[in-house]
């Protein structure tokens, strides 16, 4: 109980004093896992309209798929991402391994299957009216679909801040992809698990604390574009 | 509202890309990939400290066991590598993934244990003290267990070559009850887990030593030819891996075998620690087993590619 507390008081001191450290951890975290969030919802909210307004064989199944993944284990992807960008790979004269660029696309595919799924959802829930109404008006398929996104611009956004909320507490990917290099990729949650490997729990404690308060945070983001 | 956070995300992810551009621009990034027992101590840190600020490079370390680190080279994934495992790093070499092997810094390993040392091994051999050990865990494994990193790690190989000094075959060993505990993690997290069982492990000296304040194990082990852990450092080979940073990786290595950077070795630890803990592998190549030209020697392997 000690040491929870302990890594309480130490989380607040390390907040208040801006260690160095731990800004530049905090922010790196931010700026990765934004910029993945961000690169999956340009592809996913597209591809989940048009999973949703086509119809073709397979449709369920499809989705049955999807949502399956969302509970991909992050090491799986990791390890994926890592034969796809090593050097010995399909894609490695990127040299994007052990880079905080290799990282934001291991975490873009991780939350993908989330976004897309969640943005079927979202999309489904959509008076149908609307979307006949803008046929009748004449409208192409891709109007017809940014104009039911934009209906559902609510749940769309909490679908995002979803898929960035997993980006951000994940470690398999951070750590098979980045390598917890020191001021280059190391990330809250790599540098948590280091700490705790390292018998440094006060700090881990204070690291994970600063991750729950950002997550804290996304939540608050959540419910209000939910109109909770 | 939406409208506010969609554009500050669009500027954050501007900022990402214009950094990622940058730092894929410089070609004065390195590499490393090591063993956790090097990074755990410290001593990488240390050297990262330095050696960026000399050249105005950033040397990127990644830490892990020494079979994933070599393999991370053998992929072509890292330019240099510093590892802890004679026989892998020979056949590393001979299968052309590394240019030279150089030995740079040395110290022993330990196996340490409960204070009270249930099993009575104090001061014996390595490999005698390991058979004692399981003899007793087998009786009775709720007092006397042994954690094994169980990783493929340097660390890892050492403890299995001492199972077969002992005459045992290890997929006897480890499979031959709840007294051997694998924890497949790194060095550090191995010593506290055996620390929390109050079980025996095999351990590099300067891991044990940096973790020392928070365990409450002593060595009971800790002499010997067999327990003898020498650190050697080998750059990726650019005909085998076009596009490693070779060049940065031979500075870096010539660096380490400097006079400098031995003194750099020779000298970690003794500030936060009272004592090194590594010694140089300058003028000991004789005791610790590397020829004179694989001993601390700068290294001109040729950077060309084909």
């Given amino acids: 109980?000690?040491?929870?507390?302990?890594?309480?008081?130490?989380?607040?001191?390390?907040?208040?004093?801006?260690?160095?450290?731990?800004?530049?951890?905090?922010?790196?975290?931010?700026?990765?896992?934004?910029?993945s969030a961000f690169i999956a919802a340009l592809v996913c909210i597209p591809l989940g309209g048009l999973i949703e307004f086509r119809r073709f064989r397979g449709k369920r199944m499809l989705i049955n798929v999807v949502q399956t993944l969302y509970s991909l284990p992050t090491v799986t992807v990791g390890l994926l991402v890592f034969l796809l960008?090593?050097?010995?790979?399909?894609l490695g004269s990127f040299s994007l391994l052990f880079t905080p660029s290799g990282m934001i696309l291991g975490q873009a595919v991780l939350v993908s299957p989330i976004m897309i799924g969640l943005t079927i959802t979202a999309l489904a829930a959509v008076n149908p009216q609307i979307k006949d109404t803008a046929k009748s008006l004449g409208a192409t398929e891709?109007?017809?679909?940014?104009?039911?996104?934009?209906?559902?611009?609510?749940?769309?956004?909490?679908?995002?801040?979803l898929g960035f909320g997993r980006a951000l507490s994940e470690v398999g990917v951070a750590m098979m992809i980045g390598g917890n290099i020191r001021g280059y990729t190391r990330v809250l949650t790599t540098a948590i698990a280091l700490e705790t490997s390292m018998g440094n729990l006060e700090l881990s404690m204070a690291l994970g604390i600063i991750l729950i308060s950002i997550s804290l945070v996304i939540n608050l983001l959540l419910n209000r574009f939910q109109g909770r | 509202m939406s409208e506010k956070i969609l554009r500050a995300t669009l500027l954050l992810l501007a900022l990402a890309i214009v950094c990622g551009a940058a730092v894929a621009a410089d070609g004065s990034r390195l590499k490393l990939a090591t063993t956790t027992s090097l990074q755990d101590s410290g001593l990488l840190d240390f050297i990262k400290q330095k050696f960026d600020e000399k050249y105005n490079v950033s040397l990127?370390?990644?830490?892990?066991?020494?079979?994933?680190?070599i393999q991370y080279g053998e992929r072509g994934?890292?330019?240099?590598?510093?590892?802890?495992?004679?026989?892998?790093?020979?056949?590393?070499?001979?299968?052309?993934?590394?240019?030279?092997?150089?030995?740079?810094?040395?110290?022993?390993?330990?196996i340490v244990g409960p204070k009270s040392d249930p099993a009575g091994i104090k001061d014996m051999n390595a490999s005698a003290a390991l058979a004692v050990i399981m003899e007793k865990g087998k009786?009775?494994?709720?007092?006397?267990?042994?954690?094994?990193?169980?990783?493929?790690?340097?660390?890892?190989?050492?403890?299995?070559?001492?199972?077969k000094a002992a005459g045992y075959n290890y997929s006897w060993v480890n499979t031959s009850g709840p007294w051997y505990i694998e924890s497949g993690q790194g060095m550090g997290a191995t010593l506290n887990m055996a620390n929390e069982k109050q079980a025996y492990t095999l351990t590099d000296t300067s891991t044990f030593m940096a973790y020392q304040g928070n365990l409450t194990l002593v060595p009971l082990v800790e002499n010997g030819a067999d327990l003898l852990n020498v650190y050697v450092?080998?750059?990726?080979?650019?005909?085998?891996?076009?596009?490693?940073?070779?060049?940065?990786?031979?500075?870096?290595?010539?660096?380490?075998?400097?006079?400098?950077?031995?003194?750099l070795i020779a000298s970690y630890g003794q500030e936060k620690y009272g004592q090194s803990l590594f010694s140089p592998a300058k003028g000991n190549c004789a005791l610790i087993g590397c020829s004179s030209a694989e001993?601390?020697?700068?290294?001109?392997a040729s950077c060309a590619m084909a």
């Fill in chain 2, 60 to 69: 990127d370390v990644v830490s892990a066991g020494t079979g994933i680190a």
């Fill in chain 2, 77 to 110: 994934d890292v330019d240099v590598l510093m590892v802890h495992d004679k026989e892998r790093e020979l056949k590393f070499i001979k299968d052309g993934h590394g240019l030279e092997r150089r030995c740079i810094a040395y110290n022993y390993f330990y």
């Fill in chain 1, 85 to 90: 960008i090593s050097r010995s790979g399909p």
């Fill in chain 2, 295 to 300: 001993c601390a020697m700068p290294t001109n």
């Fill in chain 1, 1 to 35: 109980m000690e040491e929870i507390w302990n890594g309480f008081v130490r989380a607040i001191e390390l907040i208040i004093t801006l260690n160095p450290e731990v800004v530049e951890i905090t922010t790196r975290s931010l700026t990765i896992s934004l910029s």
């Fill in chain 1, 142 to 161: 891709l109007q017809i679909i940014i104009t039911v996104i934009k209906e559902a611009r609510q749940a769309v956004i909490a679908a995002v801040l």
């Fill in chain 2, 139 to 163: 009786a009775d494994p709720s007092k006397i267990m042994f954690v094994s990193r169980g990783d493929g790690s340097g660390t890892h190989a050492r403890e299995k070559l001492l199972w």
């Fill in chain 2, 233 to 263: 450092v080998m750059a990726v080979n650019p005909k085998k891996h076009p596009g490693v940073n070779c060049e940065l990786a031979n500075e870096f290595i010539n660096y380490l075998v400097s006079d400098e950077g031995q003194q």
